[in-house]
């Protein structure tokens, strides 16, 4: 199986829509590909294919309850707790949900049996099958909810558990650590910029991610003809060149409205253009 990854520092670049047209590109070159949606905060995948979200599973963390009946007002819980998310009132322990973050060491401390885990729905992935060659596994975390990165977990495990020549996997905008943990044992990341400032910052600190993790960068330089702040020069320093140029176009934003993406929408476009040529390195990874 290929992975390749779709990633980009900053939001807004068209990240989205780059990894769910070269999803569709590949399978419609015959490669059997999982797009995974990691972008758990803001999925949008499913809108730009059209489809409806299938197959929901809950995703859970462990959650301490505590039994006051067994408690012997020890205060280990509370002491063992880095999060300081136990709180303790007459020497018994409450818990700061917000601030938990599953981590299990209260329940290990608890030398009395007072603590189970009382289990925390965070989020929920789904599996729906997108195209005939083409699942779309999706990470959704609940609203208000701050603890995305077990539905990160959830749903990239999900995707690698199916059947497929390659994944896709679609990250979160930025470099914290769940998005390094998305990218974690890509072969491949195309990194999704644009000419302004911030487009070439970021691309730069995404790019020190990827040699960290050690996988090669094919850059996207979409909306190409919106600014004159090209990231050429940061490239060629680090050995790099942009490997695709796509320049704003209004049938993008048509594909978009329709819910279709541009490949399927008009072939002759020139993102459509931009995504086969990413496609057909992608398809011919050895
Ligand atoms: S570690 Fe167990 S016994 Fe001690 S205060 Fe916490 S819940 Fe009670
Ligand atoms: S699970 Fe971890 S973070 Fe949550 S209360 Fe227990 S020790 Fe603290």
């Known amino acids: 199986m290929v992975k390749v990854s779709v990633t980009g520092g900053k939001g807004g670049t068209g990240k989205s829509l780059v990894a769910v047209n070269l999803a569709v590109e590949l399978s419609a070159l015959g490669s059997r590909t999982v797009l995974a949606d990691l972008d758990v905060e803001c999925p949008n995948d499913h809108l730009l294919l059209g489809v409806e979200l299938e197959k929901k599973r809950e995703v859970r963390i462990f959650k ?39 981590c299990r060491t209260c329940l290990i401390s608890c030398e ?11 989020g929920h992935t789904y599996e729906t099958e997108a195209r005939d060659d083409l699942t779309l596994v999706t990470g959704k975390l609940i609203e208000g909810e701050e603890k995305a990165y077990p539905v990160v977990v959830g749903a990239k495990d999900r995707a690698l558990s199916l059947t497929s020549d390659v994944l896709v996997v679609d ?3 930025g470099s914290g650590n769940h998005v390094a ?15 302004t400032p911030m487009g070439v910052h970021d691309l730069e600190i995404t790019l020190d991610l990827l040699e960290v993790l050690d ?17 050429d020069e940061k490239l060629k320093e680090r050995g790099l060149r942009i490997f695709s140029e796509i320049p704003y176009s209004k049938r993008v934003l048509d594909s978009y409205v329709s819910g279709t993406p541009i490949v399927e929408f008009d072939k002759n476009d020139k993102f459509s253009v931009e995504i086969s040529k990413i496609a057909e390195v992608i398809f011919n990874w050895k």
Not at 181 to 195: K, L, M, N, Q, Y
């Open 171 to 173: 990250t979160s905008p």
């Open 181 to 195: 943990f998305s990218i974690e044992g890509s072969d491949v990341a195309v990194v999704v910029t644009e000419p």
């Open 215 to 231: 996988v090669q960068p094919i850059v996207v330089l979409n909306r190409s003809n919106i600014g004159n702040f090209r990231p």
């Open 112 to 122: 009395a049996s007072a603590i189970s885990d009382g289990g925390k729905v965070v």
């Open 64 to 102: 301490p309850e505590f039994d006051y009946s067994k408690c012997t007002k020890c205060g280990a819980c509370q002491r063992s707790c880095e999060e300081s998310a136990i709180f303790l009132v007459e020497g018994y322990p409450f818990l700061l949900p917000n601030l938990c973050s599953g």
